[in-house]
């Protein structure tokens, strides 16, 4: 009879524990008020479970927060008076007083009496527990005592702590409090599989590491981080890794240098044979220490980037994991908080690549986020950004002076992708200026100007829209349409459709500097807009107010020394060079500024001195093979530079003009297929180059040396044997011999390849006149002088032919047309 009421009793117990660990409380009671009546000897033991299970079923459904402190005081006074009991004699022999006294302090706490928890934490030693083997729901009782403990002494103790020695010694326990409480929540997790950590568990993961980061100990809380980071994941612990993971790339990216950085050290995996070992190996310190992961070929980073990298990519892969994917009503709730947390993770990996230039990580990562942010205008506007930011990174001149990217290239293909996007992502976000003001400079770059003109518009109007807009944006809104009718004025060749393009653009620039007067961008294309009509007092008013907002504008210095280079400004020269060498200075490893000097230094320095600095330009670009000088100082909003077609630079090439982007493109093709024929590697400075040489033929033409400059030709050609800018020069060269008729031939190819270069239009009435072709000479000077009336040599040569025709009155004309546009013509024509 008595063997089978100890089997009686131990299958209550068997089935009590077995109830403790599953949670599952109201089974639990039951069973103990059974043992209570079935034993009476256990009836210690019978209380303690008793008014822990009644504890716990008040606790599942009132956590312990302040707005519940009331009611738990009204209604925690039987579990109280339970697990009272169970702390008597008779408590301490059956080995549940300890455990009594623990979850009386959880008690107290939820009842807001902070100094009665630390009591009973006192009595029961909390502070000298021995380190062993615990089951599961007593790893729970410890780990909560212990966040509790610190939760207590952060409201009462450390309020009204006096002294610093006090106050001092006071955190460090509390701090201990918290790492001991997460390290034994971990292990529950990882020991309770189906558990959840609640609350208090959470808070206490979490507090460590802050209460380091409130005291300066940026290290002690990065290693705190990281130990919970480094645990073995558990069902209940991924929301918290993925919390964690953003926390430490947050204190990594605000608060870490690179000489305060530490790089973490690899867990040593266990010692044994090979063939026990699994493929990923778990490690642990102690019986309190939860289990980490020690595989061989663990990856560790080296240095703070890999690791704030390296943290929000595993944060990011576990948001997009646990992402919702159903847009039913029922899930709104959680598929809000899945998007939320996607979504701050996104938002630090985008500062974190995008400061270190990996754009390609961050476009996978918003292509990854995709199929679940449906509608989510946020992530569509950060994808759109992204993309336009990584189709912005091809070299050469700035936005207006370069040529559109190859339809099909990988340039092309991104700026498409950018505008696409864009599109896509502007009704989500309806009055958002910057968004459609990125994507209407992607558009010009990509050289669709009406669909550039068309965003910008349309971000004019979404700033109008709202009144508190700041001033800088919506100048900026109408600097951008103003940019875009003037690479439209520049484009057309029709007069009537030019000057209603300037006309438009004009009214939106003066709108833009009178609303910001400290826009140096919209001061320059001002300058520029009054150059193009030929208004030069106007424009240097404007370069000078450029200037004054950035003194380092490469426009605006451009700009200047062009402007003083004028004959209408009187001989300026020094003023000029200076300006050059300015902007020399500036920027070291650009070659625009090299241009600007060796020209003017021929002008009022001589031509020894201009070749030298050519020969500089050439040595320049000979030591940058692997990156384009220029491209590293090239802004994203200095949309132009140029005045004019530059017959002598590469900018000539990448003419605003519809037909120079075609000529620019098709002269780029048969170079390349004149390099695959000969099976020569082209270098990818081979243009850069190539303008170098035919600037020091130019400069030697000048000086007479058609024999240097001849050789200088044939370098050229080597690299851009298709060039139109090689048939140019080599055209000049052969006239400066006398040589017409091959001069004749060259003009001719060059118009070929690019027939609007107005330069070579000019050399090829010249030769016609020198053979004894007049008409055919009168013919090309006029289409030259209508592709651009404002150039005086045009109508200085048509004056010529006209007096050799017998034709007086209208030689007269055209002479008088010459002197009147004469003062607006640069004295240095490769600015």
Request: proline residues 4%; hydrophobic residues 40%; neutral net charge.
């Amino acid at each position: 009879m008595t063997s089978r009421s100890k089997n009686s009793v131990r299958t209550y117990e068997t089935d009590i524990e077995k109830s403790r660990e599953e949670s599952n409380w109201k089974k639990a009671v039951e069973l103990a008020q059974q043992l209570k009546a079935r034993s009476p000897q256990h009836e210690s033991l019978a209380h303690f479970l008793i008014g822990e299970g009644k504890l716990e079923v008040y606790l599942d459904e009132w956590p312990p927060i302040k707005e519940n402190t009331e009611r738990a005081q009204r209604e925690l006074s039987e579990p109280k008076g339970y697990l009272t009991l169970a702390t008597d004699e008779a408590g301490k022999k059956a080995g549940v007083a300890l455990d009594a006294h623990l979850l009386l302090g959880k008690l107290h706490f939820a009842c807001g009496s902070y100094d009665d928890a630390l009591k009973h934490y006192k009595f029961a030693e909390l502070n000298t527990l021995t380190e062993k083997e615990l089951p599961v729901r007593s790893l729970r009782i410890v780990a909560e005592s212990y966040a509790i403990k610190g939760l207590c002494l952060e409201q009462s103790v450390l309020p009204s702590s006096t002294s610093k020695f006090k106050q001092a010694e006071c955190e460090a326990e509390l701090i201990r409090s918290f790492e001991l409480a997460s390290e034994l929540t971990l292990l529950y997790l990882q020991r309770a599989s189906a558990a959840r950590a609640g609350a208090t568990l959470e808070t206490a993961l979490q507090r460590a590491p802050l209460l380091h980061i409130r005291a300066g100990r940026l290290t002690a809380a990065i290693d705190r981080y990281r130990e919970m980071l480094t645990a073995v994941e558990s069902v209940a612990t991924q929301a918290l890794r993925l919390t964690l993971a953003r926390q430490l790339a947050e204190v990594l990216m605000r608060g870490v240098t690179g000489q305060v950085y530490k790089a973490p050290q690899g867990v040593s995996p266990p010692t044994g044979g090979t063939l026990s070992r699994r493929r990923e190996e778990q490690a642990s310190d102690g019986p309190w220490k939860p289990k980490k992961y020690a595989a061989i070929n663990q990856f560790v980073p080296r240095n703070v980037h890999e690791e704030v990298v390296l943290s929000l990519v595993v944060g990011e892969a576990m948001a997009v994991r646990d992402a919702v994917l159903s847009q039913s009503a029922e899930f709104e709730a959680a598929r809000a908080h899945s998007l939320h947390n996607a979504v701050a993770l996104v938002d630090l990996l985008a500062v974190a690549v995008t400061r270190w230039g990996q754009l390609p990580l961050l476009l996978e990562s918003l292509e990854r986020a995709m199929k679940f942010s449906f509608g989510c205008g946020h992530i569509w506007r950060q994808r759109a950004l992204a993309t336009a930011a990584a189709s912005g990174h091809d070299s050469g001149p700035a936005l207006l002076a370069r040529p559109p990217p190859k339809q099909g290239s990988p340039s092309w293909n991104a700026h498409v992708r950018a505008v696409s996007v864009a599109r896509r992502a502007a009704p989500l976000v309806p009055h958002d200026a910057p968004l459609r003001l990125v994507a209407a400079t992607t558009a010009f770059r990509a050289g669709w100007i009406e669909e550039g003109i068309e965003l910008a518009e349309q971000a004019l109007s979404a700033a109008r829209a709202r009144p508190d807009t700041p001033a800088p944006r919506l100048a900026r809104c109408y600097l951008h349409c103003a940019i875009g009718h003037q690479m439209k004025a520049q484009k057309t060749n029709s007069r009537i459709e030019k000057d209603a393009e300037n006309e438009v653009c004009l009214k939106y620039l003066v709108q833009s500097v009178q609303i910001d007067d400290n826009d140096h961008l919209a001061f320059y294309h001002l300058a520029l807009q009054y150059v193009h009509q030929g208004m030069l007092n106007e424009a240097m008013d404007a370069t000078r107010a450029c200037l004054s907002c950035r003194a380092e504008c490469g426009g605006g210095l451009r700009l200047a020394a062009s402007l003083w280079s004028c004959a209408a400004a009187g001989p300026r020269g020094s003023r000029a060079l200076h300006a050059a060498r300015l902007a020399r200075h500036h920027y070291p490893t650009a070659e625009w500024p090299l241009w600007t000097l060796a020209a003017l230094q021929l002008l009022w320095e001589g031509g020894e001195a201009a070749l030298a600095t050519g020969k500089e330009l050439l040595r320049l670009l000979n030591g940058a093979e692997e990156a384009d000088g220029e491209q590293q100082y090239a802004e994203l909003d200095a949309l132009s530079d140029s005045l004019r077609d530059d017959p002598h630079s590469v900018r000539d090439a990448a003419s605003v003009r519809a037909e120079s982007a075609g000529a620019y493109r098709l002269e780029r093709a048969l170079s390349e297929n004149a390099s695959t024929l000969s099976q020569r590697a082209r270098s990818p400075l081979a243009d850069h180059r190539a303008h170098a040489w035919l600037l020091l033929a130019d400069l030697c033409l000048r000086l007479g040396r058609t024999s240097a400059a001849a050789g200088c030709v044939s370098e050229a050609a080597a690299l851009t044997p298709f060039s139109h800018l090689v048939l140019y020069t080599r055209g000049r060269v052969h006239s400066a011999c006398g040589e017409w008729e091959e001069a004749r031939q060259c003009y001719q190819n060059a118009l070929a390849i690019h027939p609007t270069h107005v330069d070579t239009m000019l050399q090829l009435g010249g030769a016609y006149y020198s053979l004894g072709w007049l008409r055919l000479a009168e013919r090309t000077l006029r289409e030259a002088g209508a592709l651009e009336p404002g150039r005086a040599d045009t109508w200085r040569r048509l004056a010529l032919v006209l007096g050799a025709l017998g034709e007086p009155a209208a030689a007269a004309d055209a002479a008088a047309a010459a002197l009147a546009l004469h003062p607006l013509a640069p004295l240095c024509p490769d600015l």
